[in-house]
Nanobody, 128 residues
């Protein structure tokens, strides 16, 4: 059974940085595309970033491209999201997700319905 646990959220000032981590268990990450999604208060969940190990496809939402970086360590079963130059509009609950099969098109689409495994989320608040 896939189990994902996020950590690293918190309160940060605008312009600051945070690194989110997601620990995976019950799976070999080699066979999964992994992604980060977020849900701001009163809004729908949206895709932030995704990496496909099989096809080496990486994708970012336009709103975070150039500021956020997704990475993974399959040996340690860890997924990371490095977030720099944070803005108040980045405030949200952040979720890591995994999609079995790891195909590149999943990351190109960045749609939550393509991901079958989810963590419980970690809250990021960007405020002065």
């Amino acid at each position: 059974q896939v189990h994902l646990v996020e950590s690293g959220g918190g309160l940060v000032q605008p312009g600051g940085s945070l690194r989110l981590s997601c620990a995976a268990s019950g799976i070999s990450l080699n066979y999964y595309a992994v992604g980060w999604f977020r849900q701001a208060p009163g809004k729908e969940r949206e895709g932030v970033s995704c990496h496909s190990y099989a096809d080496e496809v990486t994708n970012y939402a336009d709103s975070v491209r150039g500021r956020f970086t997704i990475s993974r360590d399959n040996t340690k079963k860890m997924i990371y999201l490095e977030m720099n130059n944070l803005k108040p509009e980045d405030t949200a609950d952040y979720f890591c997700a995994a999609s079995y099969g790891g195909q590149g098109y999943v990351c190109s689409r960045l749609q939550e319905e393509d991901f079958g495994s989810w963590g419980q989320g970690t809250r990021v608040t960007v405020s002065s």
